[in-house]
């Protein structure tokens, strides 16, 4: 304990050459704002193009904070720190989102997929009905579908796509095809006798069903799509890999047979197939790469399973064969579920990934007709903390003690979860743990199996045309209307078919002015 305290004081000496030394000068803080405020000032001259392209990239529980942890540890796999940015850090227009569900305060991932996505707020665990439906309760479903952003693309003749970290029939994904009352009903197997007998269809078939012309999907959820107890192909001898199914359907070759004949279907579930194929031959593709979930980046096996940019890679290169453009949803799902497990490491390194594939997707498409948006369902308990000093490492200690129990503390730590741990009737002392471990729960303030949702509101970073759309502080339901409006598709399309944008503000006291001059 003397040797901790001994390197956590010479920490606190050291911090001051931390400081790099073009920071020391104030010019180069003057020339970095100067640089800034030329940035800001070209954004008067608006993107008023219309958006042939549309990419929604989804961090599920990626709130400000996991944003900001993310950035600094970026920064420290790369050699830097606190200065880095994020690729989303490098969008031009940011707006904060209201995430509340229409019955909830703190929201879950249903209920905020259907508004972000479909542009109507809902229950808790629905998907894509409107919040006349509550959940559990398949008869209160019929009449309050309400379609997406996705099927909008579609109607307008776009290629569309998803790519997830998750299942494909989680609930970030569903919403953009699905309609259930409850978030959970991935097969038939999941799903109670009332709700099957009242006509509901589980997620999986709606996938296969709803939309059957989606040309990329790509994900994971094998299981769902196969009847109970086959065998998976790639993990035939555990047995909670295998299918769920209760009506004996294949649903991988239902999603086959619904395409129009002469169109090529391919589906995969290994890396290395996704990668051999020649996307110039495929019309269609379904990627399941693991039963459930796809692993965490620091835990996947890159023989097998393709990481995020790959797949979103794959998605933009087979979407963009289609001269009308595209919408695709990218979710980094899984953020959530390292937050939930208190496991921050894994968490924030699967933020840093969502981040790799927005860049790769920058350098895919061009902003004059691509109107990316990144954003977050809701956010989570995390924070960090404790007076750190520049270029702490992010998943360190705080240079300081307790000064209640004595103890040392990591910077990062829960409101909530699994890492609430006594030992001898006192908090743990982490010194005497690896918290520097992928799988490491940090401490929580309150036992929970889980950790929870944060409930406030979440970033939304835009690029492209008509990006300065989102501007402020917005319902999250605002999201798809904004983007929408960008792409001349839905409802909102009479300022398209005027064959032009209407005249900025700061443009139209001028015309009046010079209209005036005119006339005298």
């Known amino acids: 304990m003397k ?3 001994v390197l956590l004081l010479l920490a606190q000496l050291c911090s001051a050459s931390l400081v790099p030394e073009r920071e020391k000068d104030p010019e180069y803080w003057r020339r970095q704002a100067q640089e800034t405020l030329r ?26 904070s996991t944003v900001t942890a993310a950035r600094i540890l970026k920064g420290q796999l790369h050699g830097q720190g606190e200065e880095s940015l994020l690729e989303m850090d490098k969008f031009p227009f940011v707006a904060l989102a209201k995430t509340y569900n229409t019955n909830a305060q703190v929201p879950d991932s249903a209920g905020t ?15 894509g009905v409107s919040a006349g439906v509550t959940r559990d309760r398949c008869n209160t479903t019929k009449g309050q579908e309400v379609t997406s952003i996705l099927r909008w693309a579609k109607e307008a003749g776009k290629a569309v796509g998803i790519v997830t970290t998750t299942r494909v029939t989680h609930a970030t994904p569903s919403a953009a095809y699905a309609h259930s009352a409850n978030r959970d009903w991935y097969s038939d197997g999941e799903m109670p006798p009332d709700a099957l007998e009242g006509g509901c269809k589980d997620i999986a078939r709606q996938l296969v069903e709803n939309i059957p012309d989606i040309e990329v999907i790509l994900g994971g959820g094998r299981k769902y799509m196969y009847p109970r107890n086959v065998s998976d192909v790639e993990y035939p001898h555990e047995e909670k890999q295998r299918g769920t199914r209760l009506d004996g359907r294949n649903l991988v070759q239902a999603w086959r047979e619904a395409k129009p004949r002469g169109k090529v279907a391919e589906y995969v579930w290994h890396r290395r197939g996704l990668l051999a194929l020649n996307l110039t031959r495929v019309d269609f593709l379904l990627g399941l790469f693991e039963p459930g979930d796809m692993m965490y980046e620091l835990d996947r096996n890159n023989d097998t399973d393709p990481s995020l940019s790959e797949m979103v890679s794959v998605a933009i290169r087979m979407l963009q064969k289609n001269p009308r453009g595209f919408f695709l949803l990218v979710e980094g799902g899984r953020i959530d579920h390292g937050h939930h497990e208190g496991k921050a490491k894994q968490a924030l390194h699967e933020a840093v990934e969502l981040d790799r594939a927005i860049g790769l997707a920058t350098r895919l498409t061009s902003t004059q007709d691509t109107l990316s948006v990144v954003t977050a369902d809701h956010s989570h308990v995390f924070t960090f903390g404790g007076y750190t ?96 409006y960008a792409a001349c598709i839905g409802s909102n399309r009479g300022h398209c078919n005027a064959g032009a944008r209407p005249a900025t503000p700061l443009l139209l006291p001028f015309l009046g002015l010079l209209l005036l001059l005119l006339l005298c």
């Open 389 to 484: 000093p520049r270029g702490n490492p992010i998943f360190g200690l705080a240079p300081m003690q307790s000064d209640v129990d004595r103890k040392p503390f990591t910077s990062i730590l829960y409101g909530n979860g699994p890492g609430y741990k006594i030992v001898a009737g006192e908090r743990e002392n982490v010194s005497a743990v690896d918290f520097a471990h992928a799988d490491y729960q940090a401490q929580s303030a309150v036992p929970l199996r889980q950790e929870t949702h944060g409930g406030e509101d979440v970033a939304v970073f835009a690029r492209g045309p008509m990006a300065h759309l989102l501007h402020g502080v917005h319902e999250q339901n605002y999201i798809p209307h904004a983007m929408a």
């Open 3 to 5: 040797a901790l305290l």
């Open 39 to 64: 940035n800001a000032l070209r954004l008067q001259r608006l993107n008023q193009n219309v958006a042939k392209n549309l990419i929604l990239f989804l961090g599920d529980g990626m709130g400000v």
């Open 113 to 127: 997929a259907t508004a972000y996505l479909c542009g109507v707020k809902a229950n808790e665990g629905t998907l």
